[in-house]
């Protein structure tokens, strides 16, 4: 029996008309979607009058999931991975069900789409032609370091942040990091996508006038770009 594929398919970060035609007919062709929320994937889903079984797979059962997933996919089926917003394992569930994949010989295809780091950074009017991304900072232990470390750092640096933390953040950068231009975008291709530049001190002082609730963005300009 042949073995089926693995697609690992992009998928909007917010409006839903940001998805690609291959996405769109990949997860028409497909046996099952593992996907992190059901009921966010069903939405999408729905929008696009595809239906489709759903297997649930995120962060807290991915590794008890992989054999399971792996059996089908020998036996036969096609997957399709999706995040619940953009890129799978970019800073989301996957990696380990990719890499268990490859390891047994499964071919795994790319479906291309959004991704919320490269939209920003293609908005920021920051350098591209090289930079970090370091995703969600750890919440606690190795948090400062990282920043010190950061702090050292000549090229553009991208950031995932809360609605929680992004106080917290800009505190931080603004302690670590106060001569660099931030970048903060909210709600990329959202209704109320905005966003704010400035130093970490400078949108710190503006921060009672803005909404802080979304999700976010930070850019952080290269070390001697100003």
């Known amino acids: 029996m042949q073995s089926g594929k693995l697609y690992i398919v992009s998928t909007p970060i917010g409006n ?33 009058e595809i239906s489709k079984e759903l297997f649930s797979f995120n962060a807290q059962s ?15 089926q096609n ?3 999706v995040s619940d917003a953009g890129t799978p ?7 380990r069900l990719v890499s268990a994949a490859i390891n047994e010989e499964i071919e795994v295809v790319s479906i291309p789409g959004v991704n919320a780091a490269i939209a920003a950074l293609s908005i920021a009017g920051l350098p591209t032609d090289s930079f970090l991304f ?30 929680y933390r992004i106080e917290k953040l800009l ?5 670590y990091m106060p001569n660099r231009l931030v970048v903060v975008c909210r709600e990329l291709t959202k209704k ?12 710190l002082e503006d921060l009672p006038n803005k909404v802080t609730k979304g999700e976010f963005v930070v850019l952080v300009s290269p070390k001697d770009w100003l």
């Open 16 to 48: 839903l008309k940001d998805i690609t035609l291959r996405a769109l007919e990949t997860l028409k062709e497909v046996d099952f979607v593992i996907c992190e929320d059901t009921r966010v994937t069903g939405f999408l889903l729905k929008e696009y």
């Open 62 to 76: 991915e590794e008890r999931k992989i054999p399971s997933v792996l059996v089908r996919i020998k036996n036969g």
């Open 79 to 81: 997957a399709a991975l």
């Open 89 to 95: 394992t970019i800073s989301d569930p996957g990696l």
């Open 134 to 163: 370091e995703g969600f900072l750890p919440q606690k232990k190795g948090r400062q370091k990282k920043l010190k470390e950061l702090a050292e750092a000549n090229r553009t640096i991208v950031f995932y942040e809360s609605t």
């Open 171 to 175: 505190n931080e950068l603004n302690e």
């Open 192 to 203: 109320f996508e905005e966003t704010w530049r400035g130093t970490a001190k400078e949108l």
